[in-house]
């Protein structure tokens, strides 16, 4: 079934990338999405659902990935709770302001509720804005009942009293941690999203940018870097952080949290200069250079002295994990993805439950159509394998 007709209509309406989601998951929406509808063929099927709703909504029910759990992520939350206790809290202070979007069943919204209630913030304190355009996730999000399958990240006895075991199995979360959360069906690609929206303090957007054409990327941080407030930061998935350096934002240094602020680098893809040049990058092999300092330059931008640094490193110790995936990390950030998958499979060779690599290895298999190879690395994540032996 030839699928470019579906690909133009994704890509104009939702501004999904066809060659990340795969010819093959394509098809398999066409013949799906036909057959539901009772229509034999794609194209009349196409030209039916861009007037009818209910055809448009199951559509994306089919395309739209809304896989999320209750504290994706935890370095993230970490930060959130780090970034509001670092916030003034005098009597004028506003709200702290934070937007999920995509927010998909709803649980980083409320685990963002969680989170700042165990800071001692009160509801009234905070608000989350939370988007999807996925209606059926909206209603799960909005209803707040949660198999186990989202709590596949253990979480802490404090992080617990926020959620109410029913005897289904299913868990309700609380009124206290549903009071600050609204839920709003909207497209993110659509102008008309955040035109009456500005300040939001954080920005959790993370595990799109991957699925969507670079137009429709650079429209949607446009978008979102204007209803950032100032001093705001913009979380993103942990492949995504070179699209944000190429759009010129800047890392606030938190490798794990992948958070941006709007502060811009004063120059965007610069090549390398000349070796003579460049002392600190020509000289890997200078005495007690060490990782960190190697991750500040990646975090800084300059991506090309911390490459050539982090290759040296390996050079004189090259079973380090912890190097070998930092290179795979800056690979990534510098475009670098062929050479970054195999990073991360040389930290997996040597480490196979290191929990990053395969987050960042799903996240690529997922990103080009592959979820069974994404589910199965999934499955081998250490917290997943925890969550079971919790369990039993």
Known sequence: MNTRTLSDL?????????SVLGQGF?????????????ISDLEDYLRAVVRDEALWRSLVERVVVSETWFFRDAAAFA?????????????????????SAPCATG???YSAAICLLETGLPPEAFSIEALDVHHRALDTARSAVYRAHSLRTPITSAQARYLTPKADGTWQVKPVARASVQFRQA???????FASECGFDIIFCRNLLVYLLPAARTALLTALTRVLAPGGRLLVGPAEAGILREFGLRSTGDPAAFAFSLERRAAVNVPAPPAAE????????????????????????????????????????????????????LQEAAGMAMAATQSFRRVLYLEPSHGEALLHLALKHEAQGDHPGAARLRARHPDRVNSRVAAK
Do not use: H, W
């Open 10 to 18: 994704l890509a104009s309406t939702l501004g999904l990338d066809a």
């Open 79 to 99: 930060y959130l709770a780090a970034f509001a206790r670092a916030r003034p809290k005098t009597a004028g202070t506003p709200p702290l302001r934070i937007l």
């Open 278 to 329: 460049t002392p600190r990058a020509t000289t890997p092999a200078r005495a007690g250079i060490g990782l960190a300092e190697i991750r500040s330059l990646g975090d800084a931008g300059e991506l090309p002295a911390a490459l050539r640094l982090c290759t040296s490193y390996l050079q004189a110790t090259p079973q380090s994990v912890e190097a070998l995936f930092l290179l795979g990390t």
């Open 187 to 193: 497209n993110m690609l659509q102008p008309l999203t």
């Open 26 to 38: 394509l098809s398999s929406v066409a013949v799906a999405v036909c057959r539901e509808a009772g």
């Open 107 to 109: 649980e980083e919204a």
